[in-house]
């Protein structure tokens, strides 16, 4: 059950503060950003006050959700509905569920709601925007994924908070929590190098952009391509993109198994080949083995997010390791912040860890990683 110190702690008050605001009291001194910072915390932590607790007693144990709003605990019509948050993703479900790393996101929100004992309600990817009814009535709203600036420039004013997951937009009026995925990609290929691989192909994806492909505007693929024109090494014919969601369907194994088709065919042959993605590294594995290659002898393979089939796959795959429920836990912890009056936004970076396996060498002191 939560209690009175610890929504005092989350919004920097006293207890006898928070004790005060919440029976209203009107002798209390206090701003109102700081009061309302009071309610929304009490209300996202579904608080109840000793009132309701003996009220929901006396009527047979019905629940209460404590203060809300501008209300007096137990005076407003919906005082038993729970306080609640939406998620927006950028994905569709069956999307979703083709990809483990998203699926961890949205596990990481809903696991985080669930300890708070906070209702999320989900809103998956279509060609229209959600109700702006929806989003104003929750307490906060958690986006996961990419949007457009148009879809940004729509959510922010519709949404009383508003934080973005496994997304930077880039902008400094709002918080976010993501992986730096370009920095990961150039730590990776520095490591590839230290270890003597010298011709690295990349299998990656366009970024959408508004409907728009940019062929090379995907992080991993420009830090890929400014990391090999350092080096004087960028070869166009070893980086092969395609796009990820032709259709409308997630088709990533499909689409590693035809690029990596694609880098096969270039001589000579890569002696490494980095995917954007785990997914996309299972269909590279089937198109090496097929042409008759050995992982890691003739080439290596290493990738990103370390889904949990990585380390049964035949070689076991070296992958760098993105925390998706990190990344979930950390947007809700944001959320609360927001709700709890923090006046500044934030930008919260999770740190990726590469895990070396047998797909690849390992960099001197390294030991690869078994099965877990």
Not at 174 to 195: E, M, Q, S, Y
Not at 229 to 238: N, S, T
Not at 297 to 323: K, W, Y
């Amino acid at each position: 059950m939560v209690t009175i110190k610890q929504i005092a702690k989350a919004v920097g008050v006293s207890s006898a503060t928070v004790s005060r605001v919440l029976n209203y009291d009107p002798a209390l001194s206090i701003s109102p950003a700081k009061r309302q910072a009071v309610i929304e915390t009490a209300e996202a932590l579904n608080y109840e006050t000793p009132r309701n607790r003996n009220r929901g007693a006396k009527n047979g144990g019905a629940r209460a959700s404590g203060a809300r709003g501008g209300q007096a605990p137990g005076s407003h019509p919906d005082d038993n509905r729970l306080p609640r948050l939406a998620l927006v993703h950028f994905l569709e479900p069956s999307e979703e569920l083709s990809d483990p790393y998203y699926i961890g996101v949205r596990l990481g929100i809903e696991n985080r709601c669930k300890d708070l004992k906070t209702e999320i309600i989900k809103v998956y990817h279509s060609d229209d925007l959600p109700s702006p009814a929806l989003l104003q009535g929750a307490t906060g709203v958690i986006v996961v994924g990419k949007h457009s600036a148009r879809e940004i420039d729509w959510l922010k004013p519709n949404s009383r908070h508003l934080v973005f997951a496994d997304f930077n937009p880039r902008r400094d009026d709002i918080d976010c929590v993501f992986c730096d995925l370009g920095a990961a990609t150039r730590g990776l290929l520095d490591n590839l190098d230290a270890t003597g691989y010298q011709r690295i192909g990349f299998i990656g994806s366009f970024e959408n952009i508004d409907g728009h492909a940019e062929p090379y505007g995907e992080q991993r693929c420009r830090s890929y391509i400014d990391w090999c024109r350092e080096k004087g090494r960028f070869d166009e014919d070893l980086l092969v993109l395609g796009n990820i969601c032709d259709s409308g369907q997630n088709l990533r194994l499909e689409t590693g198994y035809m690029l990596a088709q694609k880098l096969l065919a270039v001589a000579p042959l890569p002696d490494a080949i980095v995917t954007a993605n785990d997914n996309m590294a299972i269909g590279a594995y089937r198109a090496i083995q097929e042409a008759g290659l050995s992982i890691p002898e003739d080439i290596a393979v290493v990738s990103f997010n370390d889904i949990p089939v990585a380390q049964f796959m035949n070689p076991p795959l070296s992958t760098v390791r993105i925390g998706g429920e990190h990344v979930g836990e950390a947007a809700v912890d944001l959320l609360l912040e927001q709700i709890a009056g923090r006046d500044f936004n934030k930008k919260v970076i999770i740190p990726t860890r590469m895990i070396w396996r047998q797909s690849s060498r390992a960099p001197e002191g390294q030991v690869p990683t078994s099965a877990e």
